[in-house]
């Protein structure tokens, strides 16, 4: 296992070691068993090398790398790979950048740029012209075609334009549903060549990449960097595999990047939550200098496409999952939201991964077809998440705490109806009349011999403006749950109150 700042891999086997920079709850026997997973991937003959790298809201915190790169070297977190479908987060940025500067609407439709889309039959007369968000969202109505669009990063333009004047498969109504799309994605980066006036990938190095210092993530072999060749298993052992070069599909998966770099670009977009609960205050990282707004960052992460049966790794499939603006988005019952992309392209696998709660993640690499480091990537996350804590919920608002206090001061009053005018909606008296919940409240106390002037024993809450806490009593629990109505005013809208038992001792 190596450290950030480790220095060149050493010949065969792992990279060197250094001891891995400091972290909050990332225990080290987690990161040693990442280690292991990779490290036994290589000893499997999963792929010939496997390069992998944890990361927090601080930094790039642990790597490691195993195998042969190509040059009989372990790589490590500078070693280059092709990430490939980890490139569409950076198409989806670049045409958000577009977006933020008034160049184009994400509701225009596709024609507006690309004039060749015009020559494509649509698969219904009543069917709308594919726009750019159905694009960005995987809902433009194309097959998947992964097989295909893999072998054309290096067409031409007027080639692009003329597989477009031939016509198009459709498996659905744009914008009616999911299925992951290269094509999409190649169109994207026409859009953005057209409106920028540089090609896609010039504008995504000068206005994204080199902003952020991510100089070992290119479209070509990245200068200063040791670069990982691609392999894939034949009948005597792997065989190398030649890159493509730069060209109308490059924005489909055409960078190259590094463990540090991938976690950099990672980090980016996962700091888009930091400090964004509404009870709390301060500057998110890269606030007044990104290339990209934490608002835009944060409409990348949100699950726009349902995905039928989920994002279809192991483990995964119960996981409801959508997809953003060039990321995929699961929710885990547990952690909340996990964000990751895959990137799969003849000689390589790549994945990202990480949590909005705590910016958490994995980044990994290996060299050859069809390995599906994204099991591994997706196996070392869950390791993480499982040796921390749950991320706390969102801190309840100040207006929450004055109505907890208001409805305590309800309670121990014997629920008078002034009172309660004053820190309830009207729909509370007409869903319960008052009559009735004081007469509820006198034998809830009675039954739980429960104690208002008592600090409550527990607390609960599932938003800011919702709190559940139980008072002591000397023969039961008094449970009091409260849900705040929209308006300013901090009004109770719902209001329950139940007695529980107490724990046994």
Known sequence: MTSASSSDAAPGGAASARAPRPADRLPADVLSRIDDLFRQRVERGVAPSSAWGVFDRQGLVASGGHGDRGDGRAPDHDTAYRIASCTKSVTAAALLLLAERGLLDLDDPVTAFVPAFASVALPRPDAPVPTLRMLLTMSAGFPTDDPWADRQESLSDDAFDGVLRGGLLFDRVPGTGFAYSNLGYALLGRVVARVSGRPYQRFATEELLDPLGLTRTAFTAPDGAALASGYRSGPDGWERLPFSGPGAFSSIGGLFSTVTDLAA????????????????????????????????????????????????????????????????????????????????????????????ADGVGVVAFENATGARVPMAATEAHDLLLSARPAPPADPVLDVTRRAQAAVTRLLAD????????????????????????????????????????????????????????????????????????????????????RVEDAPAV
Request: with cysteine; charged share 20%.
């Open 265 to 356: 670009w990672a980090r980016f977009l996962a700091a888009a939550f930091d400090g964004i609960g509404v009870g709390t205050t301060g500057a998110a990282p890269w606030s007044g200098s990104a290339p990209l707004s934490a608002a835009d960052r944060r409409a990348m992460q949100q699950a726009s496409r349902t995905i039928p049966g989920g994002t279809g790794l192991p483990g995964l499939r119960d996981r409801p999952a959508g997809y953003g603006f060039g990321l995929f988005v699961e929710q885990d019952p547990v952690v909340g939201t996990i964000v990751s992309h895959s990137g799969g392209y003849p000689g390589f696998s790549a994945h990202m991964r990480w949590s909005t």
């Open 414 to 497: 014997g629920f008078p109806d002034d009172l309660a005018d004053a820190v309830c909606t009207p729909n509370v008296a007409m869903d319960v009349p008052y009559e009735r919940r004081r007469a509820a409240v006198r034998e809830a106390l009675s039954a739980s011999g429960a104690d208002l002037a008592a600090r409550p024993v527990r607390e609960e809450t599932r938003s800011p403006t919702h709190l559940v806490w139980w008072h002591p009593g000397s023969t039961g629990l008094l449970r009091v749950e409260i849900r705040l109505a929209p308006i300013a005013a901090g009004l109770v809208q719902t209001l329950t109150v």
